[in-house]
């Protein structure tokens, strides 16, 4: 093993340019502890000056193995960890992972519980991208935008409590369905949060849009062309921002996004600040979608009556000699899932989330791969942050919105 | 499939004597490692599939040959297809040659192979471990890579687990 000062040394060697190893610029690491990268992620900076020559990210500080740890449990047990991959998206991790057994299976989804889905997975994304407008101004130094959204967000984490009981782990999209049907309370909380947002989102428009600072920050700053965003696999805002209209909402609909009336927003001035115009119409959007759903919410059961993967109602156990022999198999073994392989993929807050599944037939995956928007668009990150200042690094940091939980998984 | 993917599949079937195979409502083709790169830079310069969606590999240990599937799925926005590439490798030195010049996400992909799978990269410019510690032994996705625990701590066995721990000591 090699000494810690030697490795290091022989890790940068490599990578740096001949300026550094001459002692003209200077090497810094930001991170893995600082404040403005969102998680536990290491870039190793070579500057002359304040300007930014090369930029390494090191990631895998959070790496979990999950994808290994998924294939050592059975699928329903496995679904709790798809909560802890991208922890801003819990449910759109939980949706992807059931449509990918769904898929493979050829299981049903009810289509109350499709509606529902679609809520919830909608309501994360405004949650989601209150963070990242949270942070991403909080590290451009405008504090109060985040208590705003924070504030906002709570009432979609409530609304999370209150389907499955947890904020934000909360492993509510069963395979065939729903885990149960909402509360009564739900369709009021969701109205709440539908006539509070818009103004809320004017409320965050008014403080940044025009914002001299803000848009010194922002305009400018990290142009990617078109080209050179589908070249580099960005997906999500990032790419839509740079004038590709690609929404997997759209173009392979699922879960009946077909049924609602929305716009992908879209955006051809590539900056940072379009990523931002772009996020913003996002949020209001998907509220448009929520409304819309919640308006046509139909009646009826929120899991598949598939027994060989969803397990009996309770009132059936004491009536039904079947019904407790299912039970008994889905607890103790799992259910078996048919062999092959599948991929299945959704629009995330931040991009193409999928699942690629191999199953051998057993009641265990064989494997499961994440294939996640974050790790995509934080590869980029190096080529944004060349010739930028270090501060326009941390506004580069947060425009990515990555999550260290959706790159190291 | 449509018909447009079907046109593509039987010109390259015809091509390069690739295997064509559906698996479920995915089309896949069955490519010896030789024929990956040409493949892919005729699927991204000629048929416009620009971007590199997936890339993963599949380990069927304790078979050995072949022992590994990687897998590459294209996606063209423009007509909003996806095409599979499944590569099978021997178990002894699996490589392939690297993509990083066609899609430039390839390069923390395959380097994530590299880490999980030990799946070495011909060509490739940085080719060191992304998710596990630099000295990190061996490849955690293979399936002959036990899960691993740590035992836990007690008062009784603090000392002994501590003297046999592989963490940097005074």
Known sequence: MLDQSEFAFNELR??????????????LNMGPQHPSTHGVLRLLLELDGEIVVNCFPDIGFLHTGIEKNMEAKSYEKAAVMTDRLDYLNNLGNNLVYCMAIEKLADLDVPVRAQAIRVILTELQRIGSHLVWLGTHTLDLAAISVFWYTFRERELILDINEMVSGQRMMTTYFRPGGLWRDVPVEFEDAVRDFISIFPKRISEYEAMLSENPIFIERTKG???????????????????????????LRKVEPYMGYEQYDFNVPTHTDSDTYARYLVRMEEMRQSLRIVEQALDKLPYGPVRSNNRKYVPPPRSELGTSMEAVIHHFKLWTDGFEMPKGSVYAATESPRGVLGVYLES??????????????????LQMLPVLAKDHLVADLVALVGTTDFVLGDIDR | MDNELQNI???????????????????????????????????????????????TAVDYWPEQEPRFHVIYFLYSIEKSMRIGLRVPLPGVSPSLPTMVELFANANWRE??????????????????????PHDWQGHPLRKDYPLGYEEV??????????RDKPYAKE
């Open chain 2, 111 to 132: 380097r994530e192979l590299w880490d999980m799978f030990g799946i070495h990269f011909e060509g490739h410019p940085d080719l060191r471990r992304i998710l596990m």
């Open chain 2, 153 to 162: 701590q007690f008062t009784f066995n603090a000392e002994e687990i501590d």
């Open chain 1, 14 to 27: 490599h990578l740096v340019s001949d300026r550094a190893i001459k002692g003209e610029t200077m090497l």
């Open chain 1, 360 to 377: 051998d037939g057993s009641t265990k995956p064989h494997r499961v791969h994440w294939r996640t928007p974050s790790f995509d668009n």
């Open chain 1, 221 to 247: 700053i990290g142009v990617i062309n078109p080209d050179e965003a589908v070249h580099w696999g960005i997906t999500g805002p990032m790419l839509r921002a740079s004038g590709v209209n690609f929404d």
């Open chain 2, 9 to 55: 599949v039987s010109v390259l079937v015809e091509r390069f004597g690739v295997e064509p195979k559906e698996i479920r409502d995915q089309t896949s083709l069955i490519v010896s490692p030789e024929k990956i790169s040409e493949i892919c830079q005729s699927l991204h310069d000629e048929y416009g599939f620009p971007w590199l969606e997936v890339l």
